[in-house]
Structures are given as structure tokens and as C-alpha cells.
């Protein structure tokens, strides 16, 4: 597998693997923009519906995300999200009536579409609580973005049964949400991944499933900083549970809904009027098959009276204003774990290797990566050159107990054409310099004691700069890895 599609090959190729071990078999250059994804793969499921996208996004990872609505004859038909994986694979997520479900095409071009399981959306979802006390919020500044981190959790045996990449799909279902914010005019909202973990235990879409999810994600919120739980499993007896409001769910993975109606508990919201009482928290059937988001799902909107959609107001102001209640619980939503001062990197092994790229900068120029610890990896920076760094770290294996696993890490300097080792702070010219990369891998053959099964865990490692003692960025590293 190359070392990352966003990385140019100037001069030969090779394995991943061997590209780590000797960083000599290859040449890399500036990081590239990400390319939207061919029409051509996902026009059989759309039918005649035509696709309108939205902005390209470039995940740190190497992933790039596009999302948008589905139009039809009669204006919106339903939506679309699409993630494109470094290694050139791609997800679709399709909803559009009477074609739901998950297009993958690997990335030697073998499609797959699995039909979405349809759930009844208005059955009974929720586990009535008052959530816990979150810290108190400053007001986000006009403009600004209030972010939601959410880490999300897959079983097993949901993996086995959708047989998805981890990353992309927990990427695609947090994009689910944010097109649904702002189709509605919610645009200073967002929903963002801060990691992903993998747990062998069968974990159920039932009411106790929605409790073990929470009670284990919950409990990690200090090593992972994030604010809700997010839990994909099989089985059970709903498409998805989530306590309302509150800040966790768990959702069935054979859907493409249940994780943004689900949400939409958790912010406080109920199906239809009046399932909730004589207030505007509810979802909204417009007519004409045109459901909202909790009163149907059919289309990609949370209720709201500002907004028309072909000719029909999707929401009233005294019933179902689900884009309201959003505005007044983004503070509780976002404020569950401090906001992360630093960069985050998010590691699944099915990723092969992911990146974290800090910004150039005019104090900026001699940066590497260090541990905090000697028992991780390199805790001060040198001259170096090229190389590989082992890192250590102990992750949780299924048998709960933390086992320490070695990843290869590399660090690269915007306009040098090799890697060198992660702590080095050289130059491949005294006035080249600018953005720095963190490549980050597991591999196999690197951890053979390893018993079968997954390891979840973070790392802390820190950014510093030889000639500015007075600066450093944090880098919360999530790792999920498969032995």
C-alpha cells in the first residue's frame, strides 16, 4: 500500500512497510488537494437523481469528505455523503427513496451496495434522563464554530456484519448529521470525530446496549476528550436507543439513519407532535412524503419553520423547531470535555498509516515530534536524518488489560523529498522548512506477542521547535488497532 495517496511519488514505489523501514525507496513531495469522486461511481444508485455536492473537505488523515442533497423531478429526493480513503476506496452513503444503503468500492474498483435494514422511525427510541452537568460555556464568538467531538464505537461483530471501514463510516455518519444542520440553517453547529474504538464485546441495539456504550465511553472521556458516545452494533430490538437529552446513543450499523435521528434525542427532541408534549421539540412531516429528521427521516433536515424546501415549510415555530433546540443545546453538547488545545490524530490499522500536518509558521522551521515519555518513544529533539521511530504504547486489549503495542513513526518538512525520524528537527535545506506532517503505522510483523484480537488506546505526543523553547503543540494521538 503506498505511504498516502496525498503524498506524490516522484521516484519509485513500494510497500508501506518498506517505505517506514528505510524511507529511501521513495520520494515525497507537498501534500496535494483532494479530488472529488468520479459521478461515474455512484450513478447507478442515484438513479436519475442528480447529485448536488457540497464543499470538498480534507480530513487530517487523508480522508476526503463530500456531502449533499439528491435532486429529483420533484425537487429533494434524499441525500448523499461520500468518503474517499487514502488508498483511493470509497464510501457512499445513499439515501434515497426506495435506494437506501452503503455503496463501497474497494480500492481495485470491486463495488459492493448493501441495502439499508429499514427501521420503523417512530417507535419507541428513548431513554428519558436528565443529563449530567456539563462545564459552563462561554458564548461562541459571532461567527464561530461550536464543535461537537464525539468518539465512536464499533463492535465486532457490526464490522463483521457490514464489513466496513471503521474510519470512513464513522466519518460518513458524523457528515450525516452536519449536512442535516445545514440543510436546516444551522450552520454554526458541527459535529466532529475525536477517535474511534473497536470492542469485541456483543454490545446490543436495546436499552441496555445504549447503557454498557455509555458506560464505556464515558469512562474515557479523560484520555480521549470528547463530548458524546456514539456506540454501531447488531442485534437488538430498534434501529437505534439514545437517552433524551443526553449524550449517548447506540445504532444499528445496517442503517444510514438511525445515528442523525438518534442525535436529534439527544439534543432533546421527539418524533412527531406531540409525542414530547405542547412544545416545538419535534421532528416535522411536511407532506408529500417529505419527513424531517425524527418525524420519518426521509430527508436529510432537522425541523424548522425558517427554512421552505420545495414549496412546503418544514417546520412551526410552536411545534417543530428541531434547529432551535439545537442553537440552545450546542453549549451542553460541546462543553462535556474541554475544548483540546493542540492537534488530534486518529489511527485505525485499516488506514494502513494516517497523517497530522501542522501549519507553517515564521517561528516554525526546525519542528520535530517527541514523546512524553522515554517508555513511548524520543522525549527531546535531535539533528537526525532518515529513519524510522518505534513508539510504544500501552493499549487495552479484550481482555482488559493494557498490552504495549509498537507503531513506526516519520516526520515530514513541506518541500524535502525524504522522511526522517519523527524527532529530528533537520532541514534538507537551511531555508526550506514550513508545514510539518506526523505519519503514523502499525504493523503486524512489529508485534507478533501480540495476542489475536483489537487494542484500543491514546498516545500524548508533543511538537516542539529547536530555536523557540517557548513553543509547542500538543498532538492527542487515538489509536485503534487490529492484531
Keep these: 500500500m503506498p505511504l498516502n495517496p496525498l503524498y506524490k511519488v516522484i521516484a519509485g514505489t513500494c510497500a508501506l512497510s518498506w517505505v517506514l523501514a528505510t524511507t529511501g525507496c521513495a520520494q515525497v513531495s507537498s501534500v496535494e488537494a483532494p479530488v472529488p469522486v468520479s459521478a461515474d461511481v455512484y450513478a447507478d444508485q442515484i438513479g436519475e437523481s442528480r447529485f448536488e455536492p457540497g464543499a470538498l473537505q480534507q480530513q487530517a488523515s487523508g480522508y476526503s469528505v463530500q456531502s449533499g442533497n439528491l435532486l429529483g423531478k420533484q425537487g429533494v429526493s434524499g441525500a448523499m455523503v461520500v468518503i474517499r480513503a487514502p488508498d483511493g476506496a470509497v464510501t457512499v452513503f445513499v439515501d434515497r427513496e426506495g435506494n437506501r444503503g452503503l455503496l463501497q468500492v474497494d480500492a481495485s474498483g470491486k463495488r459492493t451496495f448493501t441495502p ?11 431513554v428519558e434522563d436528565k443529563p449530567q452537568e456539563t462545564r459552563p460555556s462561554a458564548l461562541p464568538a459571532p461567527g464561530a464554530v461550536t464543535y461537537v467531538d464525539a468518539l465512536v464505537g464499533f463492535t465486532t461483530q ?19 448529521v452536519n449536512l442535516s444542520l445545514r440543510n436546516s440553517a444551522v450552520r454554526n453547529i458541527e459535529l466532529r470525530l475525536a477517535g474511534v474504538l473497536v470492542t469485541q464485546e456483543d454490545i446490543p441495539v436495546t436499552t441496555v446496549g445504549l447503557s454498557t456504550w455509555q458506560q464505556r465511553l464515558t469512562a474515557l472521556r479523560s484520555s480521549y476528550r470528547h463530548d458524546i458516545n456514539v456506540g454501531f452494533s447488531v442485534g437488538g430490538d430498534a434501529g437505534g436507543w439514545a437517552y433524551r437529552p443526553g449524550y449517548s446513543s447506540v445504532n444499528s450499523i445496517h442503517g444510514t439513519s438511525p445515528f442523525k435521528h438518534e442525535m436529534g434525542h439527544n439534543v432533546g427532541g421527539a418524533h412527531c407532535y406531540p409525542a414530547a408534549g405542547d412544545n416545538y ?12 429528521n425524527l418525524c420519518g427521516n426521509s430527508r436529510p433536515y432537522y425541523s424548522t419553520p425558517d427554512i421552505s424546501v420545495d414549496g412546503r415549510v418544514i417546520g412551526d415555530a410552536k411545534t417543530a423547531d428541531m434547529a432551535r433546540l439545537w442553537r440552545e443545546q450546542a453549549g451542553r453538547l ?28 515564521n517561528a516554525r522551521r526546525r519542528v520535530g515530534v517527541v514523546a512524553l515519555s522515554t517508555e513511548v518513544g524520543p522525549i527531546s529533539l535531535v539533528y537526525g536524518g532518515q529513519g524510522v521511530t518505534t513508539l510504544t504504547v500501552k493499549l487495552q486489549g479484550a481482555d482488559g488489560r493494557q498490552h504495549p503495542v509498537n507503531f513506526r513513526a516519520l516526520r515530514h518538512m513541506s518541500g524535502c523529498p525524504q522522511t526522517t525520524t519523527m524527532n529530528s528537527y533537520q532541514l534538507c535545506h537551511p531555508d526550506s522548512g514550513g508545514a510539518m506532517t506526523l505519519i503514523l503505522s502499525y504493523e503486524v510483523e512489529d508485534n507478533l506477542q501480540l495476542p489475536a484480537g483489537w487494542y484500543n488506546g491514546t498516545v500524548e505526543l508533543k511538537a516542539l521547535d529547536v530555536d523557540n523553547s517557548n513553543w509547542s503543540v500538543p498532538i492527542l494521538v487515538t489509536m485503534a488497532v487490529r492484531r
Excluded at 116 to 126: I, N
Excluded at 281 to 292: I, L, N, P, S, Y
Excluded at 334 to 361: C, D, F, H
Design 116 to 126: 439499508d435494514v429499514e427501521f420503523d422511525p417512530l417507535q419507541l427510541d428513548t
Design 158 to 176: 457490526a464490522l463483521a456484519a457490514r464489513e466496513v471501514d471503521p474510519y470512513a463510516f464513522a466519518l460518513g455518519q458524523m457528515e450525516w
Design 281 to 292: 421539540r419535534h421532528g416535522f412531516d411536511a407532506g408529500g412524503g417529505f419527513t424531517t
Design 334 to 361: 460541546s462543553s462535556y470535555s474541554p475544548a483540546l488545545a493542540g492537534e488530534r490524530l486518529i489511527y485505525v490499522s485499516t488506514q494502513g498509516a494516517a497523517q497530522v500536518t501542522l501549519p507553517a509558521g
